[in-house]
C-alpha cells in the first residue's frame, strides 16, 4: 500500500471510447499530478493541482480533462484517444514543500 | 528552477557485483535529493531522501546515496546487487524553501542484472 491509489490498474479502450482514470490519497497532501510514461521516454508531467486549482497544464492535448473536486481524488477523463496515447499514467501526491512525492501504482492505458 | 541529469541510460552489472547509479543536480542552494525505484509496469518507490545532515544517506533494499555538494552529485550505490534490483532508477531533486513544491526528475537509468 504506497497511500495512493490509482484505479483501474488496466485498461484497454476503443479510439471512440470514454473513460477516466481515478486517484485517490489520504496522506493530507494538497498537491496531485499526473504523469505520462510512455515506453523508452521520460516522465511527462501532465497537470498539477493545488488544493483542488489547476496551476499546471504541458500543452496536453484537449482529449485529457482533468479534474479535481478534493485534496484527496483526482481524475483523468479521456475521451476519443489515439493509440499514441497508450502508456502507463501514473498519479502522484505531495506537501506544498517541495520534499517528496508519493506515487500510485499506475493506469496501463492501451488505446485500440 | 533546479534540473537533473542521469549520465547512464542502461546500466548492465553481474548478480551479486557492486552497482553506483550517477546523478547530478543543478539548483543554486542545498536541495531536496532523491532516489525512486520503478519495477516494470509500477508506480515509482521511494528508495531514499537527503534533506540535511549526515551526507550519507541509507535508504530501503540495502541501497546508500552520497551528497557532494561540491561535485552537485548524489550517486546511489549498493554493495552487492540482487537479480531483484533489475529496474529503472530516477533520481530526483525539490526545491528548498520556494514556492515551487514540484519535483524535477531525471531521465531514469536501466538496471539489467546478469547471472
Known amino acids: 500500500e504506497t497511500g495512493v491509489t490509482q484505479t483501474p490498474r488496466h485498461l484497454v479502450m476503443g479510439m471512440t471510447n470514454k473513460k477516466s482514470l481515478k486517484c485517490e490519497q489520504h496522506?493530507?497532501?494538497?498537491?496531485m499530478y499526473w504523469y505520462k510514461q510512455s515506453a523508452k521516454k521520460p516522465l511527462e508531467l501532465m497537470f498539477v493541482y493545488n488544493f483542488k486549482e489547476q496551476t499546471e497544464n504541458n500543452s496536453v492535448p484537449s482529449r485529457f480533462s482533468p479534474e479535481c473536486p478534493n485534496s484527496s481524488h483526482l481524475f483523468l477523463h479521456l475521451h476519443t484517444l489515439q493509440p499514441e496515447d497508450s502508456a502507463l499514467y501514473l498519479c502522484?501526491?505531495?506537501?506544498?514543500?517541495?520534499?517528496?512525492?508519493?506515487f500510485g501504482s499506475g493506469t496501463r492505458l492501451t488505446v485500440v | 528552477a533546479q534540473s537533473v541529469t542521469q549520465p547512464d541510460i542502461h546500466i548492465t552489472v553481474s548478480e551479486g557485483a557492486s552497482l553506483e547509479l550517477r546523478c547530478n543536480y543543478s539548483?543554486?542552494?542545498?536541495?531536496?535529493l532523491f532516489w525512486y525505484v520503478q519495477s516494470p509496469g509500477q508506480g515509482l518507490q521511494l528508495l531514499l531522501k537527503?534533506?540535511?545532515?549526515?551526507?550519507l544517506v541509507q535508504g530501503i533494499k540495502g541501497f546508500e546515496a552520497e551528497f557532494k555538494r561540491s561535485q552537485s552529485s548524489f550517486n546511489l550505490r549498493k554493495p552487492s546487487v540482487h537479480w531483484s534490483d533489475a529496474a529503472e532508477y530516477f533520481c530526483a531533486v525539490g526545491a528548498r524553501g520556494s514556492n515551487d513544491y514540484k519535483l524535477s526528475f531525471g531521465a531514469g537509468t536501466t538496471v539489467t542484472v546478469r547471472a
Open positions: 502522484a501526491s505531495s506537501r506544498l514543500t517541495g520534499d517528496g512525492y508519493t
Open positions: 539548483y543554486g542552494a542545498t536541495p531536496y
Open positions: 496522506l493530507g497532501h494538497n498537491a
Open positions: 537527503y534533506f540535511s545532515g549526515d551526507t
